[in-house]
């Protein structure tokens, strides 16, 4: 199956993706109304708009620096996810997103990286923790989230992965353990962009470490924003052999004319193998 992922909704209707999935609230803070023919996502705890707006939302680590987007290795502002007043009104957008379309995507789920959060109210909620690992209490706090996320979704819940598949890694960098919240997520979303896709041996690679690590079923998002059509073609025949489905992100039209082309080739007798 083919998805498409995007923020215009008369997209939503195009017959050549099986699903859709619309941004509901993304990175920049930027919030529209649910569709109630789409898989609506949430941008959870990247959100620039509120970090500029308030700082005491914004995650630091032990030398005070902030996880902003000023900040290197930042592309977008962080949320911290103990902040309870922001984490209640993000439960709150779900539950709304649910009440339009029953199935929901929880993206940009987790810690920013593995230094943070020490803002006070974590150093604390650590110390009165039951746990002596910061890395265990991370995830406590991630699993905690998604399960109330679970408890207000109806649907199908799926929640983006960030593309890094090597043991622990995930859990370590951000505090997504995907073992612990499978029993909550219906399906992983795991976006492995490029600019070209010129090569795929390494989307290959990424695919199949995530097919050996994951027991819940996941997609592989591609980037469709000005790629070639032929290269992108590829790419989505090396991620279909691997994942459950394969997604297109922010361009529906060069997606079309993509999936155009490779089913035309398909139906001519081309085929991938995987090693």
């Not at 970090?51 to 290197?72: C, F, I, K, W, Y």
């Not at 960030?162 to 976006?191: C, F, I, Q, S, W």
Request: with cysteine.
């Amino acid at each position: 199956m083919y998805g498409v992922v995007t923020r215009n909704a008369p997209e939503l209707e195009w017959s050549e993706f099986d699903r859709a999935f619309f941004e509901a609230k993304d990175v920049s803070g930027r919030a529209a109304d649910p569709e109630p023919n789409a898989v609506n996502m949430v941008s959870c705890f990247a959100d620039n708009a509120a970090a500029r707006g308030n700082p005491s939302l914004v995650p630091v680590d032990d030398e005070g620096n902030r996880a902003t987007r000023e900040q290197p290795y930042f592309d977008w502002s962080f949320v911290c996810p103990t902040h309870p007043d922001y984490r209640e009104g993000l439960l709150e957008t779900i539950a709304d997103c649910a009440a339009v379309s029953p199935d929901v995507r929880l993206d940009d789920v987790g810690f920013p990286r593995p230094e943070y959060c020490r803002c006070d109210r974590c150093e604390r909620l650590f110390a009165e923790s039951s746990s002596d690992d910061r890395f265990d209490w991370r995830a406590s706090v991630i699993e905690s989230f998604v399960a109330e996320a679970r408890d207000r979704v109806p649907g199908r819940l799926y929640l983006t992965l960030y593309p890094n598949p090597y043991p622990g890694h995930l859990r370590e960098r951000t505090g997504v353990d995907p073992e612990a919240l499978d029993e909550y997520v219906d399906e992983y979303v795991v976006p492995i962009y490029d600019m070209a896709y010129s090569t795929t041996y390494w989307l290959e690679i990424l695919a199949q470490g995530f097919v050996d690590e994951l027991v819940t079923p996941f997609s592989i998002e591609l980037y469709a924003v000005d790629v070639d059509p032929d290269a992108l073609g590829k790419a989505t025949e090396v991620a279909g052999a691997y994942a459950k489905d394969v997604l297109f992100g922010y361009d529906a039209s060069n997606a079309r004319a993509t999936l155009r082309r490779f089913e035309a080739d398909a139906r001519e007798g081309k085929r991938f193998e995987p090693e």
